[in-house]
């Protein structure tokens, strides 16, 4: 039988509720056996992900939704998250590791994330990110 978990929730654009929500994926994970280095990369690409669609993506307004939703299946978790802002295309965020960006704060996010997960996806509008982290098989 299949291991399998699942949850979706929004929340209001405050990252008092999206570190809320990270915690809670963050144990689902623990429990499913991901491994330290895992929860370690999961978490900031997470929080990554959660700040920029609460402060960049909905510009911190109460009134603007973020959508969260974890898929854990066998293993891989797809944590996606969707707000309601205008979007943006990842591919115009510059490359922090050009000699040019080095001193510039934005793009570092993006890159951890990339790092850090199996996969990383957005939509076409670039308001929702799709993270995508398959668990680490352990040496017995």
Do not use: W
């Not at 700040?51 to 066998?74: C, Y």
Request: with cysteine; proline share 4%; charged share 35%.
């Amino acid at each position: 039988m299949a291991e399998r978990s699942e949850f979706e929730i929004a929340i209001p654009s405050d990252t008092s509720r999206g570190y809320e929500v990270q915690e809670r994926i963050l144990e689902l994970l623990e429990s499913s056996g991901f491994t330290d280095r895992d929860l370690f990369g999961v978490k900031l690409a997470l929080e990554e992900a959660l700040v920029n669609a609460i402060k960049h993506g909905n510009g911190m307004d109460p009134e603007k939704l973020v959508r969260v939703s974890l898929a854990l299946v066998d293993g891989e978790a797809t944590i996606t998250i969707e707000d309601e802002g205008e979007g943006f295309d990842p591919g115009d965020v510059p490359d922090p590791t050009e000699d040019d960006n080095l001193e510039k704060p934005s793009g570092r996010g993006l890159m951890l994330m990339r790092a850090f997960m199996t996969c990383i996806e957005y939509n076409d509008r670039g308001n929702c990110v799709k993270l995508v982290k398959q668990r680490t098989v352990e040496a017995e």
